[in-house]
């Protein structure tokens, strides 16, 4: 059974940074497309980035440039590198099995002055 932890998430202020990370439980991590979701206060779930198991990244418009996904394979955990915070990244963000479509149990994000 695949389990999902993130951490990371806090306050912080507009145009700060903030990593988040997930680990995952089970093995054949490094064959997993893994990803990360947010889901803004009153707003339904929407994706933010992605990753293969060959390392490939794809990322919504509203965080390109801004936020880096990666995967340590060795500690089975997926990354979320976040830069330049804006008061909308607000959310609780998820991270993903996609295969598998597990998730984690969220970590909140708030960007506030």
């Known amino acids: 059974q695949v389990q999902l932890v993130e951490s990371g998430g806090g306050l912080v202020q507009p145009g700060g940074s903030l990593r988040l990370s997930c680990v995952a439980s089970g093995s054949r991590f490094s064959t997993w497309p893994m990803g990360w979701y947010r889901q803004p206060p009153g707003k339904q779930r929407e994706w933010v980035a992605t990753?293969?198991?060959?390392?490939?990244?794809n990322y919504a418009d509203s965080v390109k440039g801004r936020f880096t996904i990666s995967r340590d394979n060795a500690k089975n955990m997926v990354n979320l590198q976040m830069h330049s915070l804006k008061p909308e990244d607000t959310a609780v963000y998820y991270c993903?099995?996609?295969?598998?479509?597990?998730w984690g149990q969220g970590t909140q994000v708030t960007v506030s002055s």
């Open positions: 993903k099995h996609i295969p598998l479509g597990i």
């Open positions: 990753i293969t198991s060959g390392g490939s990244t």
